[in-house]
């Protein structure tokens, strides 16, 4: 999408062969775009989330997979990598799905044709993941032109909740993806945009990503959505995805289930916007079987924000040695989502619907 008027993907190999990302941790305040060139930039850009999101996750892990290849081409050297990066983040399921199909390529080839097809089929994921989520776009778009289309000449509300936006992505977004296309289209639409304590991806990357496209949105606190549904002010929410389950249990940023809650309760339709790559069809049940990343205190007790002499600074919230918890993500069972918004089109949370849509990719991964 564009920043300023110039076209940017979150990741990209620049004319030198060189990866660059933007370093998420200084946005909204400060644009920085930074080379990745060992594998432990990569390590640590994953783990740090100087690149977040799930998508994002996983394309960063194929090019962290296609630098290593440069550095170790070997058997041991792939088998470590896989290792090393997998460790980097436990709950989005597209980084151990990037990096199976960095070694489903790899593996058979010999060590010195690695890097080089590593390299180009990490470029590939990226770009499959533009087109999918451009997909989801339009299919979104279907739906909220049926609601625009029930409330003539009014605007169509929709909350959505930490950043499934471009910046979570290589590009489009996945929740976002309808929003860009339905603004394109011309329907009129604004976005409640959860703050998304404990790290304020919403207020920091949403808000940010909206306002550079010109999208009418309202940053709210993350208690604000039920009260917001209550007063008829939402017409659907549509949130991303970390890993969804054979079953459509949605596991997404701590605070997406009590969304989930809030909407069945108001009768307010809840989408989730589901890339493929996305889906574990290993896990069934999503609140006993997904690990939850459990991250640092501090996120908690410290906030970081832009001061009034214009620098980036972390404030203490709590009182000192105040202990907290941090779960970073939280399941949304099935029966609460209305539907999965996927680049093949609106499929039920159900098993037997998803494994229609998706029986190919089902048994590729099982087999796998
Ligand atoms: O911890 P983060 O910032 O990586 O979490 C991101 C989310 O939870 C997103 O909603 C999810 O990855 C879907 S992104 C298209």
């Known amino acids: 999408m564009k920043i300023d008027g110039t076209h940017y993907r979150t990741i990209w190999q620049d004319d030198a062969g060189v990866v660059q990302v933007i370093d998420q941790r200084w946005l909204p305040h400060e644009l920085r775009i930074v080379p990745l060139k060992t594998r432990a930039d990569f390590v640590v850009a994953i783990r740090d989330m100087w690149v977040r999101g ?11 997979v296609a630098v290593a290849m440069q550095e170790d081409p070997s058997d041991a050297g792939l088998t470590e990598t896989w290792d ?128 550079h496209h010109g999208i009418p949105h309202s940053l709210v606190v993350d208690n604000a959505g039920g009260h917001f549904m209550q007063h008829g002010e939402v017409d659907m929410v549509i949130v991303g995805t970390d890993r969804t389950t054979a079953r459509g249990d949605v596991c997404n940023k701590i605070g997406t289930y009590l969304k989930a809650l809030a909407a069945k309760a108001n009768g307010v339709p ?56 941090n779960p970073a993500f939280d399941v949304t069972p099935a029966e609460l989502v209305t539907g999965l918004l996927t680049e093949r089109g609106l499929c039920p949370a159900d098993t037997a619907e998803m494994e229609k849509m998706f029986s190919d990719l089902k048994s590729a991964m099982l087999a796998g």
Not at 89 to 110: G, K, S
Not at 286 to 312: F, H, S, Y
Request: contains cysteine.
């Open 84 to 211: 090393v990066l997998h460790e980097t983040r436990p709950t989005a399921i597209n980084l151990r799905w990037a990096l199976d199909e960095m070694e489903r390529v790899l593996r058979p080839l010999a060590p010195a044709e690695r890097a080089e097809a590593a390299a180009k089929r990490a470029a590939e994921i990226c770009d499959e993941d533009v087109e999918i989520n451009r997909n989801i776009g339009l299919h979104g778009l279907e739906i909220i032109k049926a609601i625009a289309a029930k409330k003539p000449g009014q605007t169509v509300n929709i909350l959505t909740h930490c950043n499934a936006g471009w910046l979570a992505t290589v590009d489009w977004g996945t929740a976002t993806s309808p929003i860009y296309h339905a603004h394109e289209a011309g329907i009129p639409v604004h976005v409640f945009v959860d703050e998304t304590r404990p790290r304020n991806q919403g207020a920091q990357l949403t808000a940010w990503e909206l306002n």
């Open 270 to 325: 809840f989408y989730v916007a589901l890339p493929s790559p996305t889906i574990d069809w290993r896990v069934d049940d999503g609140v006993k079987e997904i690990p939850i990343e459990e991250r640092n205190q501090e996120e908690v007790t410290l906030v970081q924000g832009r001061g009034a002499d214009g620098q980036i600074a972390l404030v203490q919230i709590s009182p000192d040695g105040t202990p907290a918890r």
């Open 54 to 64: 799930a998508p994002l996750i996983g394309a960063a892990a194929a090019w962290g």
